[in-house]
């Protein structure tokens, strides 16, 4: 039972290079998340997908981009690599739109550092 | 808009001891409150929920009860093991299933 998935699970770029990192889950969850965790700061959101064909930003996502590719995979995009992008990533899902109380799966995450 | 706080860590304790972790939150409405926990070199997983004042929510020994009066979610253990050191997240929804977290508070526990 996979859960979600991401790709790759350490990555270093240099800045000003580009990157897609992938997500999968297998759980036909309507809803995908990234976000990004930084010491001291916990979880903030980039960008979240409540269904399929339907993106928005989250609370930091500037430099970043998404897309929704179908109902399993989510993608973020770092179309120029910036120092200040150093950070773990983690994907997440979650079963029904607009369900409060609903659980979210997390990915294992992926540390990206930029040099 | 909506916020969480946790007390800062690291938490160091002997194993046995009583864990108590505080989190408050700032928000509009009754969201539901949650306590993840992450261990070394893996995501997030949820430990426990309670979606409505007065609720506790429970799981592994650990609890924490929904203070709607306090706006408080303490997640509290009364006896720490060695597998319990993990860092520790408060977070509420904020509409959609959107999460806003806390900082994180580390735990260690020591044999």
């Known amino acids: 039972n996979a859960g979600v998935t991401q790709t790759p699970k350490f990555q270093v770029l240099k800045t000003g290079q580009s990157m897609t990192l992938q997500c999968a889950q297998d759980?036909?969850?309507?809803?995908m998340y990234w976000y990004r965790q930084d010491p001291g700061m916990g979880l903030r959101l980039i960008y979240y997908?409540?269904?399929?064909?339907?993106?928005d930003k989250g609370e930091v996502p500037n430099g970043y981009n998404v897309s929704r590719l179908n109902k399993r995979e989510f993608s973020l995009r770092l179309e120029s690599a910036a120092p200040s992008q150093t950070s773990v990533y983690f994907c997440a899902s979650s079963e029904l739109q607009g369900r409060g109380d609903t659980e979210a799966f997390f990915g294992q995450g992926t540390r990206l550092t930029v040099v | 808009g909506n916020s969480v706080t946790q007390m800062e860590g690291p938490v160091t304790l002997s194993e046995e001891a009583f864990l108590t972790i505080n989190c408050t939150y700032t928000?509009?409405?009754?969201?539901?409150l949650f306590w993840y926990v992450q261990y070394p070199g893996e995501g997030l997983q949820l430990l426990l929920k309670?979606?409505?004042?007065?609720d506790k929510g429970s799981n592994k020994g650990f609890e924490a009860t929904y203070r709607k009066e306090t706006t408080s979610f303490h997640l509290e253990k009364g006896s720490v093991q060695v597998s319990d050191s993990a860092v520790y997240f408060c977070a509420l929804n904020n509409q959609g299933g959107k999460l806003i977290f806390g900082q994180g508070t580390e735990l260690s526990v020591k044999p």
């Open positions: 928000a509009t409405g009754y969201p539901s």
């Open positions: 759980m036909n969850h309507n809803s």
């Open positions: 309670a979606t409505k004042a007065d």
């Open positions: 997908s409540a269904s399929e064909g339907t993106t």
